[in-house]
């Protein structure tokens, strides 16, 4: 796999946290700057959530890197001011009676993506 495995949290200035920064490089990350604050709201309904977080994305490549200080919250514990951020995702939340996508609608893997990669880069 090419992804980057790490434990969570990163501890900054770590091994693991010098690998993600020159990845982010190399997908050509931009800061974004005057981000107050970030949630990542779980299925379980707890956030992660970020105050004054750097904020790194490269829409291109559909890549938002998000760093700082992460404290786990209850969804409650943030009302009311989460409520402006909720606005119109009602429609997109997973719902808890219906799967996102039904197996018999995913089509079976018949290549090996790892082998392909390897014979197209001859």
Request: proline share 7%; with cysteine; glycine share 6%.
């Amino acid at each position: 796999s090419s992804g980057i495995n790490a434990e969570w949290p990163l501890r900054p200035g770590g091994t693991d946290d010098k690998k993600l920064q020159t990845t982010l490089k190399k997908l050509q990350c931009n800061n974004i700057p005057g981000i107050e604050e970030v949630n990542i709201i779980k299925d379980d309904s707890t956030v992660i959530h970020f105050t004054n977080p750097k904020v790194q994305a490269t829409v291109g490549a559909n890549t938002f890197a998000i760093s700082g200080n992460a404290e786990h919250k209850s969804i409650t514990d943030l009302f009311p001011g989460i409520l402006n951020q909720l606005v119109g995702m009602s429609s997109s939340l997973p719902s808890k009676s219906k799967p996102l996508v039904d197996d018999d609608e995913v089509p079976a893997l018949v290549e090996d993506f790892d082998e392909a990669s390897k014979t197209e880069a001859v």
